[in-house]
């Protein structure tokens, strides 16, 4: 069964620092990998995916991913975080040949302080 | 907004009542998904329509809930004889069915038993 686990249940960081959430899953064969957002009070918002083709994905807001399939991992970064980064992050992992469910991790709430 | 919608956004009811929630999905987008939500924990799969066929369902989906899409286009869920632990977040989501595409999120319907 697939599986994705997130490395911080909870992040703090000052305005202005690097940002690196960690994501792995387990799953042995071709996935589709996402980053989604929750702002307070907001729905679930798609940040970044990967289909295929370069490992080094960018999103919108300035984050971008990594996929090591060696790895397992699908890493979400940004170089300089904003207080109105503050919300819950998602990575979700999807099989490739599948287009039901998609796994979604157990998220990390950021704390941005300004 | 053409968005996914949900409703009721909130429905507060007392343990052993039946509750239905209704999802309109983005307009031609023929996969709608249900998922549940829980403080502190990602999104988890229920079930997972195609048109109106119902090609998957979660072992989460117990007797109690059954979900519907009759025509291909809005979709119920409901839940009967409410049970505490069924309190949580109950999300809608859909894609289109051309291509690998990610899925689309409504704000959700929060549940509370009483």
């Known amino acids: 069964a697939q599986s994705v686990s997130q490395h911080n249940h909870h992040v703090i960081l000052s305005e202005a620092a690097s940002l690196e959430l960690g994501c792995n899953y387990s799953?042995?064969?071709?996935?589709?990998l996402f980053w989604y957002v929750q702002y307070p009070g907001q729905h679930l918002q798609l940040l970044l995916k990967?289909?295929?083709?370069?490992?080094l994905v960018k999103g919108i807001k300035g984050f971008e991913a990594e996929f090591i399939k060696s790895k397992f991992s699908f890493n979400l970064r940004k170089p300089s975080v904003q207080w109105s980064d503050t919300a819950e992050y998602f990575c979700?992992?999807?099989?490739?040949?599948?287009?039901?469910?998609?796994?979604f991790g157990p998220g990390t709430s950021l704390s941005v302080i300004p | 907004d053409t968005g996914v919608s949900q409703n009721p956004r909130h429905k507060i009811t007392k343990r052993g009542q039946n509750v239905t929630f209704r999802c309109d999905p983005i307009?031609?987008?023929?996969?709608l998904y249900w998922y549940r939500q829980t403080l502190g924990q990602g999104p988890e799969f229920l079930t997972y329509f195609q048109n109106e066929a119902q090609l998957e369902k979660s072992r989460l989906l117990s007797d109690r809930f059954s979900a519907e899409r009759p025509k291909g286009s809005f979709s119920t869920l409901e839940i009967q004889r409410t049970e505490q632990g069924d309190s949580a977040m109950y999300l809608c989501?859909?894609?289109?069915?051309?291509?690998?595409?990610?899925?689309?999120f409504g704000d959700g319907t929060r549940l509370s038993i009483l």
């Open positions: 307009s031609e987008h023929n996969r």
């Open positions: 799953y042995g064969g071709t996935v589709n």
């Open positions: 989501a859909s894609s289109p069915q051309t291509g690998n595409q990610p899925q689309h």
């Open positions: 979700a992992v999807r099989r490739e040949t599948s287009y039901d469910k998609v796994i």
């Open positions: 990967y289909f295929s083709g370069d490992p």
